[in-house]
């Protein structure tokens, strides 16, 4: 099977395909409209996000019979489509879900101690210790939204800390839980202190922590994101800092992040929210990283070279 390659990974992923017998393209600079030309040829597909796999670029694939997301979300494909037309899809989220937990908590951490702040406070001669007292997670409340394999990551990685309760929000009801209690969406606003998002994005989502979903926490709190930028209106949360309804965020996605998960600043210089975050002293960022490490780069690889040869080439099981 000839597969075209047209977002780079980890070399370990051609690697085991070409040794399983498929046949590897790479086109890693080509345009658009230069894959497009040339995308019927091949039978395999293995993207993350330069390119929106829509009805078009479907349509033009004619013998496609899969495509492989190296990554969790499957968004910038058409999955109705490629359900139609018999192709295929294989993504990983479990090779960067323990990354994702540990960014998570990182970001959380870094909050409540303020680390990124004093860090800059010393590097700018100053030594301001009663500004930098921090907080302790004993005692809180996490409340986490979407419990897939990444909130389940975030919330293992809690086991470790007094936390007063892990409780969980999810439209599908998940039994055997260990380190966290299902909840309504009205029991964890009335009880989180902190709230991390851990969503797909999907047309129930996007716009999910808005000014009224804000409104409806019962306490103040912290608002961590590392799921995607379009599940927090921007504006809704820039208000929620700026009331104190939203103690600090960490940010890890933006709403102004384009599929292919660009760099915002030409696009966003005269956005006032964009600003306000910025420069906000209790907001930390960060470039979309979550999941982002030198080991998830690599279990990526692997998760999808064995999802597809178990699919296609049965025999072969000897993948690196």
């Keep these: 099977m000839n597969v075209l390659h047209v977002d780079e990974n980890h070399p370990l992923l051609i690697d085991n395909l070409s040794h399983a017998g498929f046949k590897n393209t790479e086109a890693y600079s080509k345009t658009l409209n230069e894959v497009l030309e040339m995308v019927d040829q091949f039978e395999g597909l293995i993207i993350r996000s330069r390119f929106p796999i829509n009805r078009d670029f479907l349509n033009r694939a004619t013998k496609l019979k899969f495509i492989g997301r190296v990554g ?18 294989f993504s990983a989220p479990i090779g ?29 001669g100053n030594w301001l ?7 302790e997670l004993e005692e809180k409340t996490i409340g986490i939204i979407g419990f897939g394999t990444m909130g389940k990551s975030f919330a293992k990685k809690l086991e470790g800390f ?31 202190d ?22 409806k926490m019962k306490n103040n709190f ?51 929210d964009f600003s306000y975050l910025m420069n906000a002293k209790n907001v930390l960022l960060s470039p979309h990283v979550a ?7 690599r279990k990526l690889a692997k998760i999808i070279t064995e999802k597809i040869t178990s699919s296609f080439n049965p025999n072969n099981y000897n993948i690196k």
């Excluded at 933006?254 to 956005?271: C, G, H, K, R």
């Excluded at 999941?291 to 780069?297: F, K, L, N, Q």
């Design 72 to 89: 969790a979300g499957v968004e910038n494909i058409d999955q109705k489509i490629a359900q139609e037309k018999g192709v295929k899809l």
């Design 96 to 124: 960067n879900s323990n990354a994702v937990g540990e960014h998570t908590l990182g970001l959380l951490l870094s909050l409540f101690n303020k680390l990124h702040l004093g860090n800059q406070s010393i590097r700018e």
């Design 129 to 135: 210790r009663e500004e930098h007292r921090g907080l």
């Design 162 to 192: 007094d936390v007063k309760r892990v409780v969980f929000h999810d439209i599908l009801s998940i039994n055997n839980t260990k380190n966290a209690s299902q909840v309504s969406l009205e029991e964890l606003q009335e009880s989180a």
């Design 194 to 215: 902190v709230l991390s998002i851990h969503t797909p994005q999907t047309p129930l989502t996007i716009g999910m922590i808005d000014e009224k979903f804000i409104s």
């Design 222 to 272: 912290w608002l961590l994101n590392t799921a995607r930028g379009s599940i927090v209106k921007t504006k809704a949360l820039v208000e929620g800092l700026r009331n104190g309804n939203i103690l600090g965020s960490g940010l890890d996605v933006l709403e102004y992040e384009s599929t292919s998960f660009e760099n915002i600043f030409l696009t966003q210089q005269d956005n006032p």
């Design 291 to 297: 999941g982002w490490t030198i080991e998830s780069h």
